[in-house]
């Protein structure tokens, strides 16, 4: 489950992240600083009540997040007296410290997955996914700016979901209630992660592969749907034009504040083959990063298991088949670790 912890302390976030993860994902926000988004998670707030320059920023930001039923405030026991700030500024429940919001998170966790259980609906987390990528391609597509905290709701939606309950229930998800693009986004972001943790990546680790992961294709945002969603095999000229996404991709994420350098190699370098056959740069072995190594692996395996409308998706045995033929292109000792994460019911 996401937790968007908002704070005006950036000192406090190394503690809550401490109590809180890996059971849950933690997406920090400093108050007044960074946009705060809406989670189909809980929304944990740990500020000065007593400030009423924090007060006013508060109420805000929950004018806009009026949607999110879980409205977690932290107000310390000896200012007990704020309690009824909390509640004038939305609270849902009022806790004393990350001990009891820890309990509060059990609860609210286990009537979600009991509101989820025969449910018709797709699942919140996956409705909330679509709506981040939603956001991200309309911003291009309206040549506003990417939110980079979109990419990160997606990516920590998607690390709690796989931590919680594996890969396989994640791709039958994605599959049933994606399409196209953000299907394929979705697959290959779902499959990094579940990489990353067989291969016990650290959190950390595991964020930095997954936010490659989530903006990698980024750039079809600019390609023609009449070729990102052509049934069958492109023609050379319409080929052309998808082998430019990896580059209208990095231009669209450079400038972005707060980008790392190795989201847009990633970003640029996701096609590029060990033996150099691979594009825009036919980089080779030694020029391509571990972090690129792994998310092409769990890109062409994600391209392979896609669910088309017009094809059945290919069994992961036979599709991971497929990549151990690509000799000479992916490294063979991350291939014979991906089997795992590959073949995993
Ligand atoms: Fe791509
Ligand atoms: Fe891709």
Request: glycine share 6%.
């Amino acid at each position: 489950m996401l937790v968007c912890y908002l704070t005006d302390e950036p000192g406090k976030i190394p503690a809550i992240r401490a109590a809180l993860e890996p059971r849950y994902s933690v997406v920090p926000r400093v108050l007044g600083q960074e946009p705060v988004f809406a989670p189909s998670g809980v929304l944990m707030v740990d500020a000065d009540l007593r400030q009423p320059t924090c007060v006013e920023q508060i109420r805000h930001v929950m004018a806009d997040l009026k949607t999110v039923s879980e409205r977690l405030f932290v107000v310390h026991r000896h200012l007990h007296h704020l309690m009824a700030q909390a509640f004038a500024l939305g609270a849902t429940e009022v806790v004393h410290n990350a001990r009891q919001a820890a309990a509060k998170l059990t609860q609210v966790e286990a009537a979600m997955r009991a509101a989820e259980t025969g449910s018709e609906h797709a699942p919140n987390w996956i409705t909330d996914c679509g709506k981040a990528f939603g956001s991200m391609f309309s911003a291009i597509g309206q040549r506003n700016a990417i939110h980079l905290a979109d990419a990160e709701t997606v990516t920590a939606q998607i690390v709690a979901s796989i931590s919680q309950n594996g890969l396989s229930g994640w791709l039958d998800n994605v599959r049933k209630y994606h399409e196209g693009t953000f299907q394929h986004c979705l697959l290959v972001t779902g499959i990094a992660v579940a990489f990353a943790l067989d291969i016990k990546f650290g959190p950390q680790d595991v964020k930095r592969l997954g936010m490659a992961a989530t903006l990698h294709d980024i750039g079809k945002a600019r390609i023609p749907l009449s070729i990102l969603d052509k049934p069958g095999r492109l023609a050379s000229n319409e080929e052309d034009i998808m082998k430019q996404h990896p580059l209208i991709g990095y231009d669209l994420l450079k400038d972005i504040p707060g980008i790392s350098t190795e989201t847009l190699d990633a970003v640029k370098h996701h096609h590029e083959y060990l033996d150099g056959s691979g594009y825009p740069d036919a980089l080779t072995a030694s020029e391509i990063s571990d972090l690129v190594r792994l998310l092409t692996i769990s890109d062409i395996f994600a391209a392979l298991i896609e669910s088309r409308p017009y094809r059945v998706a290919m069994p992961r045995e036979e599709a991971y088949n497929i990549l151990c033929g690509m000799t000479g292109k992916l490294e063979t000792s991350l291939l014979k670790a991906f089997r795992r994460t590959a073949l995993a019911t």
